[in-house]
């Protein structure tokens, strides 16, 4: 195991062990409390009157279950919840409530008879409300979850076992009874509605029927959705066909344009040939005016343009074309505008026509054709746009339709359901409704308690809470310094020693706490305290502990004080003395307490002259009283005749001169100093001393109080710190007893 790991368990260890040593201070404190709890506990238990308890269960049904019916009619559910009970689930916070109202619970003590006792209703009502219980049972099936039931269970505590059955009884019935009560009154409540209900129905189902009618009337509608759906279809038949109709005209156009190229005139003239190829007389005007351009041609061979035959036939054909135009406009009626320009390829094509009399129908079919697929599309064009236009209203039609059929059909299902509603509850008003089942009937009521062993045992556990809580709280505000470790954390200097307290050793005559030198304390235990073994070993390990603290400096003189009265200075001197005079030193002991000087007294001696006299100039030489105690001899200047000014004494430098001249006839110079804290006497004599040493007494000083008489000596060469009454030596050092033989 670490090293981090041992020093872990060393303050959990040192943190119970104080926990315990903090009790046991406390001991008095906790036993106190404790027997006071107890001493009101154990009575107050022993003196409960007994409690029993009778409880009954009933399955909770709702107000109003038509079992059988809905079960017939399959869409029937929801009428109940509707218009019969609007709560078909039961809502069992308020239901529980309700059965600890005050309502029923005059009913149950009209039944117990109840009524002319001399308590008032009222109170007879909050008294059985205190003593009764409903809740609802819910079941565990080993899931986390508990499942809720629909049984109540109530409850009923008193001070007698026929009185709470009874009582249940009684409430029972009252139960029972406002069930059918309240299923018979929500029944007809329904029923009343449902009448109020059923003529509005009729006329909003009759005014929404109308409004239908009306719209189908104006637009001249059956289904609009189909008749939307149809016109979707026509104008899908119409672009279809105008597609094919292009189609048509494309291979028409074609057609007829390779025509053209074929007989390589305009479109016009074309057609004006094709005409005048079924006028007789322009036949032969045309043949003539060919006669002539070929006789004119044969001329032209022979002669030139100015002979006169030339000009004859040129005067001719000229004429010839005059008279063919005119008739071509009397056939046409107007002829094109380049119509004398092209005559001459008319004449070239006379031929071609005279032989192909089909070719010029085709043309005139095509022409035909063309302005008919023309007609055609502009029809159907129309006609499309009408069907679209038709289709645009269709949309706010059929949503106005459709709204209207809905709602015609919400009233048709709200008058069924009312219809249907009225006749159910008819039918249950006739059955009676469904009472609740009684499934536990009341019993003799059972003991619950007190439970005297229960009630003992908790008694003790309060019992030690409050001494504990009592002894830590004590702990808290008492100050005092209870143990070396608090010492430790509150100040730098060391610790030399401890002497042990004497608790351990009350039979022997010992005192149960250690005597340090108070007027109290007689000479006698002084000294058993001295010869006591384990204090005369503590002494020698501390008188050890400072000759290692002052190896590097001379320890010829020593002041030993402490912060206030009582911590034990004065004894602990006279044990120095005498440990280190086993030592073999010489030792002198300088009692400086000149304000309430108790050495003397250990060795009844009388304090009639000594330092203060010395100081004062009263004598001129100090008393030097030689004392013999347990085998050792020592000498002793008493404090001498106490002074009115203590401080002025021990502020001159007599008392230094004085410590000075005997280091030349002693090892060892203890001197007794008075308490540290208000009062400057401790210091000046200090100061003129080697060294000093504190020593405190645990469950006395305060850390305050040590931590100011640490500062007031931290200017002087202060050993370290002698602990007294130590419960904790004991146990460090158990070869310190003497061992039997």
Same mark, same amino acid.
């Given at each position: 195991?670490?090293?981090?790991?041992?020093?872990?368990?060393?303050?959990?260890?040192?943190?119970?062990?104080?926990?315990?040593?903090?009790?046991?201070?406390?001991?008095?404190?906790?036993?106190?409390?404790?027997?006071?709890?107890?001493?009101?506990?154990?009575?107050?238990?022993?003196?409960?009157? $007994?409690?029993?308890?009778?409880?009954?269960?009933?399955?909770?049904?709702?107000?109003?279950?038509?079992?059988?019916?809905?079960? @017939? +009619?399959?869409?029937?559910?929801?009428?109940?919840?509707?218009?019969?009970?609007?709560?078909?689930?039961?809502?069992?916070?308020?239901?529980?409530?309700?059965?600890?109202?005050?309502?029923?619970?005059?009913?149950?003590?009209?039944?117990?008879?109840?009524?002319? #006792?001399?308590?008032?209703?009222?109170?007879?009502?909050?008294?059985?409300?205190?003593?009764?219980?409903?809740?609802?049972?819910?079941?565990?099936?080993?899931?986390?979850?508990?499942?809720?039931?629909?049984?109540?269970?109530?409850? +009923?505590?008193? &001070?007698?076992?026929?009185?709470?059955?009874?009582?249940?009884?009684?409430?029972?019935? *009252?139960?029972?009874?406002?069930?059918?009560?309240?299923?018979?009154?929500?029944?007809?409540?329904?029923?009343?509605?449902?009448?109020?209900?059923?003529?509005?129905?009729?006329?909003?189902?009759?005014?929404?029927?109308?409004?239908?009618?009306?719209? #189908?009337?104006?637009?001249?509608?059956?289904?609009?959705?189909?008749?939307?759906?149809?016109?979707?279809?026509?104008?899908?038949?119409?672009?279809?066909?105008?597609?094919?109709?292009?189609?048509?005209?494309?291979?028409?156009?074609?057609?007829?344009?390779?025509?053209?190229?074929?007989?390589?005139? $305009? =479109?016009?003239?074309?057609?004006?040939?094709?005409?005048?190829?079924?006028?007789?007389?322009?036949?032969?005007?045309?043949?003539?005016?060919?006669?002539?351009?070929?006789?004119?041609?044969?001329?032209?061979?022979?002669?030139?343009?100015?002979?006169?035959?030339?000009?004859?036939?040129?005067?001719?054909?000229?004429?010839?074309?005059?008279?063919?135009?005119?008739?071509?406009?009397?056939?046409?009626?107007?002829?094109?505008?380049?119509?004398?320009?092209?005559?001459?390829?008319?004449?070239?094509? @006379?031929?071609?026509?005279?032989?192909?009399?089909?070719?010029?129908?085709?043309?005139?079919? #095509?022409?035909?054709?063309?302005?008919?697929?023309?007609? @055609?599309?502009?029809?159907?064009?129309?006609?499309?746009?009408?069907?679209?236009?038709?289709?645009?209203?269709?949309?706010?039609?059929?949503?106005?339709?459709?709204?209207?059929?809905?709602?015609?059909?919400?009233?048709?299902?709200?008058?069924?359901?009312?219809?249907?509603?009225?006749?159910?509850?008819?039918?249950?008003?006739?059955?009676?409704?469904?009472?609740?089942?009684?499934?536990?009937?009341?019993?003799?009521?059972?003991?619950?308690?007190?439970?005297?062993?229960?009630?003992?045992?908790?008694?003790?556990?309060?019992?030690?809470?409050?001494?504990?809580?009592?002894?830590?709280?004590?702990?808290?505000?008492?100050?005092?310094?209870?143990?070396?470790?608090?010492?430790?954390?509150?100040?730098?200097?060391?610790?030399?020693?401890? =002497?042990?307290?004497?608790?351990?050793?009350?039979?022997?005559?010992?005192?149960?706490?250690?005597?340090?030198?108070?007027?109290?304390?007689?000479?006698?235990?002084?000294?058993? *305290?001295?010869?006591?073994?384990?204090?005369?070993?503590?002494?020698?390990?501390?008188?050890?502990?400072?000759?290692?603290?002052?190896?590097?400096?001379?320890?010829?003189?020593?002041? *030993?004080?402490?912060?206030?009265?009582?911590?034990?200075?004065?004894?602990?001197?006279?044990?120095?003395?005498?440990?280190?005079?086993?030592?073999?030193?010489?030792?002198?002991?300088?009692?400086?307490?000149?304000?309430?000087?108790?050495?003397?007294?250990?060795?009844?001696?009388?304090?009639?002259?000594?330092?203060?006299?010395?100081?004062?100039?009263?004598?001129?030489?100090?008393?030097?009283?030689?004392?013999?105690?347990?085998?050792?001899?020592?000498?002793?200047?008493?404090?001498? #005749?106490?002074?009115?000014?203590?401080?002025?004494?021990?502020?001159?430098?007599?008392?230094? &001169?004085?410590?000075?001249?005997?280091?030349?006839?002693?090892?060892?110079?203890? !001197?007794?100093?008075?308490?540290?804290?208000?009062?400057?006497?401790?210091?000046? !004599?200090?100061?003129?001393? &080697?060294?000093?040493?504190?020593?405190?007494?645990?469950?006395?000083?305060?850390?305050?109080?040590?931590?100011?008489?640490?500062?007031?000596?931290?200017?002087?060469? !202060?050993?370290?710190?002698?602990?007294?009454?130590?419960?904790?030596?004991?146990?460090?050092?158990?070869?310190?007893?003497?061992?039997?033989?």
């Amino acid at each position: 195991m670490s090293q981090n790991n041992w020093e872990l368990e060393e303050l959990n260890d040192l943190g119970y062990g104080q926990l315990f040593a903090t009790l046991w201070r406390r001991r008095y404190w906790f036993a106190g409390v404790f027997g006071a709890v107890l001493a009101i506990a154990i009575p107050t238990a022993l003196m409960k009157k $007994p409690v029993y308890q009778s409880y009954m269960q009933v399955l909770a049904e709702s107000n109003y279950q038509s079992k059988d019916l809905t079960n @017939r +009619f399959s869409d029937n559910a929801y009428l109940e919840k509707e218009f019969a009970d609007s709560g078909l689930e039961i809502d069992y916070a308020t239901q529980l409530k309700v059965l600890k109202s005050s309502e029923l619970l005059k009913r149950a003590i009209a039944k117990l008879g109840l009524e002319n #006792s001399e308590e008032t209703k009222q109170e007879i009502i909050e008294s059985l409300r205190e003593s009764l219980s409903v809740i609802q049972l819910t079941e565990e099936e080993g899931s986390q979850d508990p499942t809720t039931t629909k049984i109540i269970q109530a409850d +009923f505590i008193g &001070d007698s076992p026929v009185e709470t059955k009874r009582i249940l009884e009684a409430i029972q019935e *009252v139960y029972l009874e406002y069930n059918l009560e309240q299923q018979e009154k929500r029944l007809k409540d329904g029923l009343n509605f449902i009448n109020n209900q059923i003529p509005d129905a009729r006329r909003e189902l009759t005014e929404a029927e109308a409004a239908l009618t009306k719209l #189908s009337k104006e637009h001249n509608l059956i289904s609009p959705e189909q008749e939307a759906i149809a016109l979707k279809e026509n104008i899908r038949e119409i672009s279809k066909e105008r597609e094919a109709l292009k189609a048509q005209q494309s291979q028409t156009t074609g057609n007829y344009s390779n025509l053209q190229q074929q007989l390589n005139l $305009p =479109t016009e003239n074309a057609q004006t040939l094709s005409r005048l190829s079924q006028s007789e007389r322009y036949q032969n005007l045309l043949n003539e005016l060919q006669q002539i351009e070929i006789s004119l041609a044969n001329e032209q061979t022979k002669f030139t343009n100015d002979n006169p035959i030339i000009q004859d036939l040129t005067a001719k054909r000229d004429s010839q074309r005059a008279l063919l135009i005119q008739e071509a406009e009397r056939v046409l009626g107007k002829v094109p505008a380049n119509f004398p320009i092209d005559l001459k390829s008319i004449q070239k094509q @006379r031929q071609f026509f005279d032989s192909e009399t089909r070719f010029l129908d085709t043309i005139t079919e #095509s022409q035909a054709s063309l302005k008919g697929i023309h007609e @055609r599309e502009l029809s159907l064009a129309q006609t499309e746009a009408e069907l679209r236009q038709r289709l645009v209203k269709f949309p706010d039609l059929i949503a106005r339709y459709r709204n209207l059929s809905q709602e015609a059909e919400v009233k048709r299902n709200a008058l069924q359901r009312l219809l249907e509603a009225k006749q159910e509850l008819e039918i249950e008003l006739s059955r009676g409704g469904f009472g609740w089942q009684v499934i536990e009937s009341p019993q003799l009521g059972e003991q619950i308690a007190p439970n005297l062993l229960q009630d003992l045992l908790l008694s003790f556990v309060i019992a030690s809470f409050l001494g504990v809580g009592t002894a830590f709280t004590i702990e808290a505000l008492d100050q005092r310094i209870t143990n070396p470790q608090e010492i430790e954390r509150q100040t730098s200097l060391p610790i030399l020693g401890t =002497t042990p307290g004497l608790s351990s050793f009350a039979s022997n005559r010992f005192l149960a706490r250690l005597p340090f030198l108070s007027q109290s304390h007689s000479t006698t235990n002084i000294k058993e *305290v001295i010869q006591w073994h384990p204090f005369r070993e503590s002494l020698d390990l501390i008188y050890q502990n400072l000759k290692l603290a002052s190896i590097n400096s001379p320890l010829q003189s020593l002041a *030993v004080t402490s912060a206030i009265a009582g911590e034990g200075k004065s004894t602990l001197i006279l044990g120095l003395a005498i440990s280190a005079a086993r030592h073999q030193q010489r030792v002198l002991v300088i009692d400086a307490d000149l304000r309430r000087p108790s050495l003397h007294k250990a060795f009844n001696l009388a304090n009639h002259t000594g330092l203060a006299d010395f100081l004062a100039g009263e004598v001129t030489y100090p008393v030097i009283e030689q004392v013999s105690f347990s085998g050792e001899t020592i000498d002793l200047i008493p404090s001498g #005749s106490i002074p009115l000014d203590p401080v002025k004494l021990l502020n001159s430098s007599i008392l230094l &001169d004085l410590i000075d001249q005997q280091k030349q006839n002693y090892d060892l110079i203890l !001197v007794d100093t008075p308490p540290a804290i208000g009062m400057v006497d401790a210091i000046k !004599v200090a100061s003129n001393c &080697d060294s000093a040493v504190l020593t405190m007494r645990l469950d006395k000083l305060k850390a305050s109080e040590l931590l100011e008489v640490e500062a007031l000596f931290s200017k002087l060469n !202060v050993l370290g710190i002698v602990i007294n009454d130590s419960k904790e030596y004991e146990f460090k050092s158990p070869y310190l007893l003497p061992q039997q033989v």
